[in-house]
């Protein structure tokens, strides 16, 4: 069988699968997902077996300890995906809710209730991990999952996909519910998301250059994240140490994460006491300053900021600094630099806080607290799947509900349209 | 200029127009729209003129006569237009609703807030009203308008657009939030789809080659429609006035549209007496039967029903009619054959029109109601922007409220994250 008949029928085995699971008790969803935890701690040795491969693998191949270490499957990392598909068990089922109902002048009844999307392709990069939480989340909200991870994964992600398929059956749910593409042959993704008669939703989740590529191929609707250019702005009134704490906490509590702040705004009345004061802590926490000239002005040995700096997502204890004349200007910095990502203002000026949170279109919008909040669990949605910054369907954060729709349901009574 | 900069152009100030038009209060956009509604009164006479090339130059081409029709504006249709503005700007406002809010153990308040997408593309066929009608629905959902309509509309499109405008400067709004592209070239079209940088949402509204061709093309999500194969099934235990009470103004109203009748299902236990009944009342309406082998057996005049009928949308007076077993094997036909449009159950069994309910995954799902409610206006959103079968972001009649999305508005009082 060729990759495109092979891809294809995978697609179709899908689509049959999200059918029945779209009816699925949410007992069985959970049964099946606690047996999953089960089977996974008790497969674990030959997981680790077959993760080994992989490894071995990449180290031949020259790839960075990071990335190595984010592919290794440890006995912690693998009691860690138990647990999540135990919390994922015990999370609400969003499937069958009825959000709200109104009557029709004309005696129909008038509700939406919520449905799975059907049939979700994710499309990753190396870490095993997302293979399992994926698939838990999508089978809770009762839609089939195709997946398709890096091929530096290929032997791990084969071996957690028959451990979940095995935990299926045992509950008499179709193993087509959870199916992972078994080649690492690019022409794979290419055919998959050509697929819009069987596949509903694509969440890609890795770096914006694979980003961009599914996004220019797709025919099936994405949803997706390019970056996270997060801003703080210090406004002129805010409480200085708490303006410390969070800009700390946002840049160097997980550098490396898509919520850390990229950006930090402060205004010109306080810019030259908190300014000194702040980059004091950062450098010391080992954070790179980069400044606009008024920041320089005040802290003249930090390096200079391109025009390009204000766009970058460093992803590093790296940090560009500006200074502003007022919150407009924080405001009109973010609406042309930003990426729609999260935003936070520390103030204790009522007005701005208000003007700050309604004029920012960003998908999380923060209030004296830090953009580390913009998480799904942090959030209490319980889960999250990623983070659109797509405005379409879901923006921001997405847990299970994220991954379902609502139809119209209308009780009549003989109703016809006059 | 050539074109592709001429798009980006357009493109460019639509975005711009849309960061202001997002902190529009409620107050001066229904100013607007009632500014419209009086200019485009005043101004029917040489809206009529310039409507006047564009109906001789379809004579010219040959246009069929009900193309013409559609096209030909009159003074009811002026005066309906402006009739239709003043009910939008009657409307609620979406923006700025915040549609929950919770308290985080940290005490952090998380809430969502309405914000409008952006900028929207319409890209539709002939009839010049979709300008007015999308223009204002997305004006009133604080988002751009990007409109590019049929070329055969050209000269009444650019004279429409002209009015919107006009009353956007007078009460002081950029006229960039209502632009059309004032090319009819092709290559618009294929600039247009690619700005995903610019535009947030493109809706296609028109035949299923011109939306086909949007999907295939576009960077940018595309809230669509294909077809509508809209089935009702008539349960064993129906009511026989009511089911052909609803059967006829399913498929007889108004059978050019989306929401008609296309496939009649029928219980094997009340065929022999319904289907003689019904096809009798339906054929004195000019409806032409196509059956499956059992209903021939019962309407033995009737012609034969093919695979490939259950797939079509006839937008004729035209009907398939399949006998089923029962409720389960209409919902598999439902399944195999449907457009996740819009399915009816006839019964009076409380079980089977709750499982309809519950296992139909089309976007709008009636018990003993017309096929013909699945609209915005009859739902109660106030407004239909369009129907998505596409299950993303919105599913079903789309109201203003699916041209907004929600953002995240969080209010700490100095968290950081641990």
Redesign the interface.
């Given at each position: 069988m060729n990759i495109r008949s092979q891809v294809i029928a995978i697609a179709k085995h899908a689509k049959r699968a999200a059918?029945s699971l779209?009816?699925l008790s949410s007992d069985v969803k959970n049964r099946v997902l606690q047996g999953m935890a089960g089977k996974i701690v008790r497969e674990m040795d030959s997981l680790i077996e077959e993760n080994a491969k992989d490894v071995d693998a990449a180290k031949r191949a020259g790839l960075s300890a990071a990335m190595i270490d984010r592919l290794t499957l440890k006995k912690s990392t693998i009691e860690d995906m138990a647990q999540g598909l135990r919390e994922v068990a015990a999370l609400p089922d969003p499937v069958?809710k009825v959000t709200s109902m109104?009557r029709?002048p004309n005696g129909?009844l008038?509700g939406r209730?919520r449905?799975?999307?059907?049939v979700i392709g994710i499309i990753y990069e190396s870490r095993p991990n997302v293979t399992v939480d994926a698939a838990a989340l999508c089978l809770k909200s009762g839609n089939a999952t195709i997946l398709r991870g890096g091929s530096e994964a290929i032997n791990s992600n084969l071996a957690i996909v028959r451990i979940l398929q095995a935990a299926l059956r045992e509950c008499a749910v179709s193993e087509e519910a959870i199916q992972l593409i078994p080649t690492t042959d690019r022409s794979a993704v290419r055919e998959m998301l050509q697929l819009?008669e069987y596949i509903?939703?694509i969440i890609p989740r890795g770096g914006e250059d694979l980003i961009r590529a599914v996004?220019?191929e797709s025919?099936i609707?994405?949803?997706k994240h390019y970056k996270g250019v997060c801003h703080v702005f210090v406004d002129a009134s805010a409480?200085r140490d708490?303006a410390v704490?969070?800009c700390?906490?946002?840049k160097t509590?997980r550098p490396g994460v898509c919520n850390a702040m990229e950006t930090l705004l402060v205004h010109r009345d306080i810019a030259g006491q908190f300014l000194p004061f702040v980059a004091h802590k950062l450098q010391d926490a080992g954070v790179i300053l980069k400044g606009c000239e008024r920041t320089k002005a005040i802290l003249p040995h930090i390096e200079n900021a391109e025009e390009s700096d204000w766009y970058e997502e460093y992803l590093d204890l790296i940090l560009s600094v500006r200074v502003v004349n007022d919150i407009g200007e924080a405001i009109a910095h973010i609406?042309q630099y930003g990426s729609l990502h999260t935003e936070s203002i520390i103030t204790t000026d009522y007005r701005n806080?208000q003007k700050f949170?309604?004029?920012v279109?960003?998908?999380?919008?923060?209030?004296?607290?830090?953009t580390?909040?913009?998480d799904g669990f942090?959030?209490?949605l319980g889960a999250e799947i990623g983070i659109s910054t797509?405005?379409?369907?879901?923006?921001?954060?997405m847990g299970l509900e994220e991954l379902t729709?609502?139809?119209?349901?209308?009780?009549?009574?003989?109703?016809?349209?006059t």
């Open positions: 059918n779209a009816r069958g109104w029709r129909l008038v209730m449905i799975p999307l059907g819009e509903d939703l996004v220019s025919k609707p994405v949803i409480e708490m704490n969070i700390m906490n946002a509590q609406e806080a949170l309604n004029e279109n960003s998908s999380t919008v923060l209030v004296n607290a830090s580390r909040f913009s942090q959030l209490g797509t405005k379409l369907h879901a923006f921001g954060p729709t609502t139809k119209f349901i209308i009780y009549g009574n003989g109703q016809v349209r």
